[in-house]
């Protein structure tokens, strides 16, 4: 069989980005090179710029892993917790309060500071957010609560990700927060 017919595309797409996120975390955005990145994925650099054919495109990728992901750890909340009204409400706070326990501070602060300069980036975060705020508002709070605890989530992962002190009343908003939400304080 030849190599070419064994080559898994996916797969291979996922160690290089695996690569890249390892690298930003060490280096940050602007100090790694795609050489590194082969390197990192085990692939040529042919390789990496046949997926991803310059930086932006490998962040882009990496951007899209993390909607996607994002999505996947609503969806796994959502099966855990589906009571209504606030379930969505409920696993969307959860997912980014789960962001602060699992470390994504440096990959997400470059990510997020560098994605202002990816062509398109804008218009795909826009669109997965247009998406969330309808999921939120048919949810079954009153849309301006659900609003509220969204807002409320991406702030507190923010000041996460820039190295900002959680508050001294941190588990308190966050178990009020759920209570707003429909659930109990005590299932965070």
Known sequence: MS?????DPERTREAI???????IAQ???QAFTLDE???GAAVSKGGVLHHYPNKHALLAGLAQQMLQQEEAEIEEFLRQ?????????RAFLRTHLSY?????SRVCAELFYEMRNVPG??????????KTEERLENDGLDPVVASIISHAASGLMSGFIWGIPRAKKFDDVVARL????????SSV
């Not at 190599?3 to 080559?7: L, P, V, Y």
């Not at 980005?17 to 690298?23: D, F, I, N, W, Y």
């Not at 602060?100 to 994504?104: A, H, I, N, P, V």
């Not at 759920?178 to 304080?185: F, I």
């Open 3 to 7: 190599a070419k017919s064994t080559r």
């Open 17 to 23: 980005l695996s690569a890249a996120e390892r690298l």
């Open 27 to 29: 280096k940050g955005f």
């Open 37 to 39: 990145v082969a390197q």
């Open 81 to 89: 917790d589906p009571k209504a009204p606030g379930a969505y409400t």
């Open 100 to 104: 602060m326990d699992e470390g994504c």
């Open 121 to 130: 980036m804008q218009e795909r975060i826009g669109a997965h957010v247009r």
């Open 178 to 185: 759920v209570e707003m939400a429909g659930g109990e304080s």
